[in-house]
């Protein structure tokens, strides 16, 4: 494969019958390739990983989103994760031999022929934004879906593609083209979802806390605890071990201890070689010295058999 591009779409579902439905859509295209799915009751969200060329992901990601419309009905959803709709934000990332600029295009791409099949509002974030404040999801999710039909009315408000109302069952999607970000969740030994909206507000950097953070916090039910859900939009200026270590002082100060964490979606490995330098006192650990990706950029130079 010549170029990378890599897409995961998030969906309003933790239904296993349409996760699967909706994973068949992606694996059916040729030289569409699923990397990892997760999907739960408590956000109620779906989150797929999967990589192709710039036709190949296009086509999977629209195919994947027909799909999710007709089978998702928002107007019975229910979820502690911020959406605004079935298919509610379809990001596009540049891997290899892909530019950010050819992202920007693969999620106009999208939202103009999802807004145009199927009548669904869309809205264009991050890179592709067409407006300063539409770069971010916390402000195109104002309201979430419940307040949809309002917000969407309101003149700074028309969607990018589609009509300038939600769809019936679907409401609306965000699309667009980012870095690769690190999706990083960590679970704390309290049921206590008050507490852990206070250590989630220390750690979110709109609300004060660290650059390039995104927090929330969510009551897991099966497990009787809270987690700590994050997505760090920038792990090479804000790296995860100083995520963690402020995690773990605000942590201490509720006397909450921290059970375990874990990565949403796929680990970023620049983000994992921060970790291990960190922790391990390690001073010469670069991708180039891990052996894997040491072997495999020798392969592609035809340096090895």
Known sequence: MHEIVECVPNFSTSSPEVVKTILSEIQRVKDAYVLDYTFDDYYNRLVISFIGNRQSVLEAALSAAQKAVE???????K??????????VVPFIPIKNVTMQDCVE???????????????PVYLYAEAATKPERKDLDWIRKGEYEKLAEMITQPDRKPDFGPAKPHPTAGATITGARKLMAGFNVNLGTSNLKIAKKIAKALHSKKGGLTHVKAMAAYIPEKNIT?????????????????????????????????????????????????????????????????EIAIQEAIEKGEAL
């Not at 979820?79 to 509610?88: E, K, N, S, T």
């Not at 375990?260 to 960190?278: H, N, Q, R, T």
């Open 71 to 77: 089978l998702i009905d928002m107007t019975k959803h």
């Open 79 to 88: 979820g502690q994760h911020p959406r605004i709709g079935a298919v509610d």
């Open 106 to 120: 693969i999620a106009k791409k999208f939202g103009e022929t999802l807004a145009r099949e199927l009548e669904i």
């Open 227 to 291: 987690q700590i859900g994050m997505s760090i939009t920038d792990y090479e200026k804000t790296p995860l071990y100083r995520v963690f270590e402020l995690l773990k002082i605000e942590a201490e100060r509720y006397n909450v201890p921290i059970i375990s964490s874990e990565f949403c979606g796929m680990a970023p490995l620049k983000a994992l070689i921060d970790i291990a330098s960190y922790y391990l006192k390690i001073e010469n650990l670069t991708s180039e010295r891990v052996i």
